[in-house]
């Protein structure tokens, strides 16, 4: 059995990775596109619809592959997690049910109207087509977070006498103080990756004197709309975050840190190799006290280390966990760094004529989502050995008449389709972007603005 959890878990952790790489970019740029909406009903500039047509394009493909690598997660919970599935369905089947009713109802059914309603519904009620779309993608992307909020945090439910899980307080569910740290620190990592993506655009577009006018757009709204998200996933979401779990799983937050022994007075490292068989964190960079501030807002705190927990409550695989953590704080850091420099040569009128930002800007896109799939895992492989915290243990989620060799083979089945869909997709978005913001055929009738 053990072998086989391994490689439920290894299937899980490579199909839902691959299929975030969509939702991010969707929900991220949703918000984007209804303020680039907003400001063209507002000024009736037309260098705003544009942008937001070509977006919607590139949100249109980037949905559409979300959808198709979005639906075997459903079916995983049947096929690999039937235990879990049988325990847990009454609590988890009702945000997982919405879920579908927003994504594939709600968002589908306006993103057709966005896409295609523009000449026929009148600025007005297209505006009110994006904002549905908007709102579907970020109520879907709620639904989910609320279902994960609850394996990390579970509440408002009862046990039968089988041990089956039942929902006892549908709100209590929905408004799980877990699911809404976690839900804000979330959507604000997707609006950066949706910023970076369109500033990264902007800045390609200048460098290869295309679409200047339009370029401008992107990057003024791709770097306004980043640095407020960066400096609030910061502060108070990741702060907040850092709290619940230091309160509810401080077992994972000692493995966050590398902290292997308890301490009053704790430091926070920067750097370092979690040495796991010898109980000691190598090569420390470290900040003294400075982990006991920011837990307990008391410089000499103390902070339970793994040795205040028994082993076999550890996350299974600390340095996995430590690493992800540090990866994602970094490149936090980073992407704050990056903006406000880049706000500050926007504010100063140089952005658009210094390729060294720009070059920085076009290359920093696919960061954005290497530190979004280092959060997750954080999260994911920080909540080990438990599939429902405190609950369940992960192996006893798993489908016990599914053999090893059957998720083997559907998971090499996967690499290979999800290869080819990776491929699909950026021939696709390539394609768009090669054909720009003005289709050829009005590229001599609508004018392209060369400065603000």
Do not use: C
Not at 26 to 52: C, D, F, H, P, Q
Not at 105 to 126: A, I
């Amino acid at each position: 059995m053990g072998s086989a959890v391994g490689v439920d878990r290894l299937h899980f952790a490579f199909t839902i990775t691959f299929h975030y790489i969509f939702p991010q970019l969707t929900m991220g740029l949703a918000l984007l596109l209804l303020i680039l909406k907003t400001v063209a009903l507002r000024t009736g500039n037309e260098s705003y619809n544009r942008a937001v047509r070509f977006w919607a394009r590139i949100f249109a493909i980037n949905f559409a592959l979300g959808v198709v690598t979005g639906i075997p997660m459903e079916f995983q919970f049947g096929t690999n997690w039937a235990a879990f599935s049988r325990s847990a369905g009454g609590v988890i089947g009702q945000t997982l049910a919405m879920e579908g009713v927003f994504s594939f109802f709600l968002e589908s059914t306006f993103l057709g109207l966005m896409l295609f309603g523009e000449k026929r519904l009148g600025p007005l009620s297209h505006w009110f087509s994006v904002f549905l779309v908007w709102l579907g993608s970020w109520l879907s992307g709620y639904l989910i977070i609320a279902t994960d909020a609850w394996m990390q945090h579970p509440l408002a439910y009862s046990q039968g006498p089988g041990g089956n899980f039942a929902l006892a307080s549908f709100w209590g569910l929905l408004l799980n103080p877990w699911a809404l740290w976690q839900y804000a620190h979330n959507m604000l990592g997707a609006v950066q990756t949706g910023a970076f993506v369109m500033a990264a655009v902007g800045a390609f577009y200048l460098l290869s004197r295309k679409f200047e006018g339009d370029a401008r757009i992107f990057l003024r709204a791709g770097i306004s709309v980043g640095v407020v998200a960066a400096l609030l996933q910061l502060y108070p979401t990741g702060d907040s975050q850092g709290a619940l779990i230091s309160r509810y799983q401080p077992v994972t937050l000692a493995a966050m840190e590398g902290l292997f022994v308890s301490q009053e007075g704790a430091p926070l490292a920067i750097l370092g190799q979690p040495d796991v068989p010898n109980r000691r964190l190598d090569n420390p960079l470290i900040i003294p006290k400075a982990l006991s501030f920011l837990t307990y807002r008391a410089w000499s705190a103390e902070v339970r280390g793994l040795d205040s927990f028994p082993e076999s409550d550890w996350p299974d695989f600390i340095p996995l966990v430590y690493y992800s953590y540090h990866v994602m704080v970094g490149l936090g850091t980073i992407f704050i760094a990056i903006l406000l420099v880049a706000v500050f040569l926007l504010a100063r009128g140089s952005l658009y004529s210094s390729p060294w930002m720009l070059w920085i800007l076009m290359l920093a896109f696919p960061f954005p989502y290497i530190a979004n799939t280092a959060g997750w895992i954080t999260a994911e492989a920080g909540r080990q050995p438990w599939v429902i915290y405190g609950m369940m243990r992960t192996p006893l989620g798993i489908s016990p008449r599914v053999s090893e060799g059957n998720v083997w083979f559907t998971l090499i089945g996967f690499f290979g389709m999800y290869l080819v869909l990776g491929i699909l997709f950026l021939f696709l978005v390539y394609r768009e972007i090669e054909h720009g913001p003005v289709p050829a055929a009005e590229s001599h009738a609508v004018p392209v603005p060369a400065s603000d």
